[in-house]
């Protein structure tokens, strides 16, 4: 029986979206136990045999200061779903809240593991082989080392390992170009030090990419800094936006081209099914002694869903253990400075 | 009367493109003349009033490396189309060739303006307002100071104010949030000097954007470090190609989708037109005392026209004085450490 805390007040549409979400997934999960965390009387009405409320009095706003979150805000559904997990009365949390303040809760909460300096937030994005690439960090860290790179390659390595059943997903290095000279100097020193891994047998390096590989699927893991990932999530998320809107409006421009938009309709579907970011909704935070889940916070209830189903696989697969068995067996990580106090460093929303 | 010196062996397809490129861009422009740069040999059958060829006897490979190109090449096309900027017999030069070795020699020619110490790249990204939002630095420089992204704020600003004959345009800082706070500490200084310059009057600056702000035109001018500016690219590339193929593919499907192709022509001929890169290719090198343009290296005829016309409308517009009294006139531009020694330096190929 696997048990996961829902931060049931997070997100854009709090507890309409996030019960609905909560009663398709047990239906579809027989083996599964919910605590659904917030504030009791917005939960009660929700009756399930495997589902049980734990009250929480506070929730942080989606745009509150991660200070306030962290300092003030003691009894949020966040920080009460991610202590269910430290507690061990949960495998795994799952909020649709603040990712700042969830990054920095769950990292105060729960610590990082022993080798890991920073935990680091990874997501999947389709791509053309049908399948998906997992890109890490995604802002967590805006100025990383080649240490944290080199770390972020094996949390990767062990996520992908679990989702896509592959024990050696291939590593891919996002820069400039394909050839091992270019890029900045950490990103050399990273290059160098993902290909020394690679010889160890820690993972498995397929060498530098760029952007338009994240689509080719080139490599199953892309790691970058967490500025770059987050830049590059939101001009995904802006161009696909853009051309969803160009599409809508051509289709809509008159009888004709709105005849042909229903004529069209099953190609659209099809399209939209291929492109629905909900299907990948769902970014692990790795690196913590303890599995937590971050939904999309407009998140509707199938994409809340399928967060929760991310959160579930990870936890049945023991996501943790293998990063922890990847993390020790990758031994004598180089030690990385730690720039967590580093004014910077605090982490902003991916989404 | 305008004179673009043309490097015609550049590019995927060289000549044939080109070439045709230039017979377009002669009939449309009855007040510009053309040098043609490269082989002799192919170059002859093309006669015209107002070109004349200039015989250059190498080519830079498009895939040579920058060193050898600036070093053993002293007569490539390339080269060769640079000098006539230099030395006077043309105001503009146009290439399709290798971005690295293009930006090296343009640099090693006709040396940086004062107060500029880096050139960078900046190119138009279609954005949903119907128009464009220019972006820079594209892969010049992957290691920049707050220093450097001012000045591409200002030269950025130079050619925008001509693109769009606006006088003022607004400059966003690309960031991982919209708050001053967020982002490394190198962006944060960034924005601090941004904010000065505008309060001085030598910029608009609109704040921080998003990555999905490049396509909600934001700002008329975002300004990154070429390392991000490069995956940005890239990704947008990649993203619009696969989406391109799943339409392609969803309605190459059976018979019944051949069918919502055909009556759906208008409409997907309109959002290609929309969406078509051509229609903004020829991207900027700024900062040097002279004007070069780069066109994709796969570009065909009339994507290479295009580059040719932005090149025209540049020195019509006397772009170069105007960046630089834009640069003067920011008078005590803050120095910057020079990194151009920097091995990790060279700029990469943004294409």
Redesign the interface.
Known sequence: MITLAVDCMGGDHGPDVTLAACRQFLNHHPEARLLLVGRPERLQGFAHERAEVVPASEVVGMDEPVEAALRRKKDSSMRVAILQVKEGRAQAAVSAGNTGALMAIARYLLKTLDGIDRPAIATQIP??RGGATTVLDL?AN??CTAEHLLQFAIMGSALVSVLNDDPQPRVGL?N??EEAI????E??RAGELLRAAAARGDICFHGNV???????GAADIVV?D???G??????????????G???KE??S?NL??R???V??Y??LA??KR??DHRRYNGAALLGLRGLVFKSHGSADALAFEQALNRAYDAARNNLLERVRTRVAHAAVLPAAPDMAS???ATP??PH
């Open positions: 791509n053309m802002g805006v100025d996002l400039v170009g270019k890029g900045s100097e990103i050399k760029e952007g338009n590989d994240i689509f080719k970058c967490g500025f770059v987050n830049v590059a999530l939101k001009t995904i998320e802006g161009l696909a936006s853009m051309i809107g160009f599409l051509e289709f421009r004709l081209t005849a042909a938009a004529v069209s099953p190609v099809a399209l291929r492109m580093v004014p910077g902003p929303s």
